[in-house]
């Protein structure tokens, strides 16, 4: 099975505010795009497991003309917060590298 970080080129996270997380994976190719972008491993089930999120809560919205998919989550906590461990959410990305997608 071809993991996230087989088949992007890019991948990674910001603020999308400061209530917000959201990633970009930019897949290698057109192929890979349309083979993986709504793979069922990227469900919102996944973002609950590896963040803590409400699934429901989760968006993914595709772009099909940058071969990437967008994937938004509402934080924990507010940006800044006293639990705060990571301000810009630049690291949260890391976790989906291994993510195995069928």
């Known amino acids: 099975m071809a993991k996230v970080r087989d088949v992007c080129h890019h991948v990674r996270s910001k603020n999308a505010g400061p209530f ?8 290698d190719g057109a192929e890979n795009y349309r083979k993986y972008h709504n793979s069922p491993a990227l469900s919102p089930a996944l973002f609950e ?4 999120t409400d699934p429901a809560l989760v968006k993914t919205i595709p772009v099909e003309d940058l071969a990437m998919v967008k994937i938004s ?17 630049g690291q949260q990305y890391v976790r989906l590298l291994e993510v195995e997608l069928d």
């Open 20 to 27: 917000w997380v959201t990633f970009d994976l930019f897949f």
């Open 49 to 52: 497991r590896l963040y803590g």
């Open 73 to 89: 989550y509402p934080r924990a906590t507010p940006q800044g917060g006293m639990e705060e461990r990571d301000m810009h959410s």
